[in-house]
């Protein structure tokens, strides 16, 4: 018989009621301690967005202070581009000690111990390679089976060069001396031309004003490369990117990432003809090219044909740029004239003293910016091509006695110089 309480008619068991008091403690206790979890979850939870955002500012404005106050940041940049096989693992550490030394030679106090400070090199880390990648679009040239990349860009994206001060001499109408000075100091002329002070009045010449047009929605710079297998002393053979065509890849790359522009770099192979090299039909075959370039994009207004020098064996046309030994470069002018017979008449170009004018003030501009960086301006009879627009030049960067990392260093003082004078600076 079992025993128990009767209350009102009522019969309670004892046992049932002692497990069902602890049943409710338990049940009061489980429930105190889930909502004490949930309320550390949500503070943490909080505390960690918040610890996020801190972070992102920190990021921020750490960015931005060393863009505007330092150039090591840049210099870090340059150092990425010049060696594209380091792990993303090595940019992340190279990076840190970069932002670190920074720091801690700057008057803020971050401290770079904190575990957070790795969330915020990653943060730069990210910022920086957001600007990594240009937007382009591909162009079809004379070659059915070539298709050059059009880089386009809504506006400067990074500084990769160096913007020089004036360390040379700066050349006005006052100082410049006269027409004769001007081309016994900075020209060659050979025996096979001639140039009057007719053709380049030095006033005129110098007061000529030069720039690009338009927005760079739309093309505005056409590079190419008549002589497009032009080597250096130590190219790849079977890498065409260690060629001309790779000192033109940086100097497509600084104009559109640095300065801003929309550029088209053509890389047909205008010097092979019917399977063999032909660097004097390479000349019809270029202009083909770009007539055809400029006519299906009229938004262009400066035209660089590049290429490198050929010289003797001995000779190494070489200076230092930013710390870096870099390839001497030359501007080329032809006059359409031979010295004994005359004017070519079938090489007229209606642009020769627009010319003329342009690779003077370049010439200028590189002796107050960069005063051992340009050889004399070359002067022959021939007319190279360069009636195809008003702005239009031809640029010899180093020669084959250069390695190929010199000439790719002389594409980035060369992108200043070209951005000075189309701005008229």
Request: glycine letters at 4%.
């Amino acid at each position: 018989m079992q025993q128990g309480i009767h209350v009102n008619g009522w019969r309670l068991n004892v046992k049932e009621k002692t497990f069902q008091v602890i049943v409710s403690v338990l049940i009061i206790v489980l429930s105190i301690y889930i909502a004490s979890k949930c309320i550390d979850t949500i503070v943490k939870d909080k505390a960690k967005e918040n610890i996020n955002e801190a972070a992102v500012q920190t990021a921020n404005f750490l960015v931005g202070e060393i863009i505007e106050n330092t150039s090591i940041l840049t210099q870090y940049m340059i150092y990425m581009e010049n060696h594209g096989d380091l792990s993303e693992e090595m940019k992340k550490q190279i990076l840190e000690s970069v932002v670190t030394e920074y720091i801690n030679g700057s008057e803020y106090s971050y401290d770079t111990n904190d575990p957070g400070y790795k969330q915020v090199v990653q943060l730069i880390y990210d910022k920086v390679n957001a600007t990594e990648q240009p937007e382009t679009t591909q162009l079809e040239t004379v070659e059915e089976t070539t298709t050059q990349p059009q880089t386009k860009v809504e506006e400067a994206k990074k500084e990769l060069v160096p913007i020089p001060e004036m360390t040379g001499t700066k050349y006005t109408k006052d100082n410049l001396g006269s027409f004769k000075k001007v081309i016994e100091r900075f020209y060659t002329v050979t025996a096979a031309t001639t140039i009057r002070e007719s053709d380049m009045p030095l006033d005129k010449a110098l007061s000529e004003k030069f720039k690009i047009k338009g927005n760079n929605k739309k093309p505005q710079i056409l590079i190419y490369h008549t002589h497009s297998m032009e080597a250096f002393s130590n190219s790849n053979s079977e890498d065409k990117n260690t060629t001309i065509i790779g000192v033109g890849n940086r100097l497509e790359k600084v104009l559109s990432k640095q300065f801003g522009y929309n550029v088209i770099h053509d890389k047909t192979t205008y010097d092979i003809v019917n399977g063999v090299l032909d660097r004097n039909e390479a000349y019809t075959q270029s202009e083909k090219g770009v007539k055809k370039i400029l006519k299906d994009n009229p938004s262009i207004s400066l035209v660089l044909d590049i290429h490198r020098d050929g010289v003797n064996d001995n000779t190494h046309l070489v200076t230092e740029i930013n710390g870096k030994p870099t390839a001497k470069i030359m501007f080329l002018n032809g006059m359409s004239r031979f010295k004994e017979s005359g004017d070519i008449s079938y090489l007229h170009n209606d642009y020769l003293f627009e010319n003329l004018a342009l690779t003077l003030q370049m010439k200028l501009a590189a002796e107050a910016y960069y005063p051992d960086f340009t050889r004399r301006n070359y002067i022959n009879a021939y007319e190279y091509n360069l009636g195809v627009c008003r702005q239009c030049m031809l640029i010899e960067i180093g020669a084959q006695t250069n390695t190929y990392q010199e000439a790719v260093n002389a594409a980035e003082p060369l992108a200043v110089l070209i951005d000075k004078v189309m701005r008229g600076e």
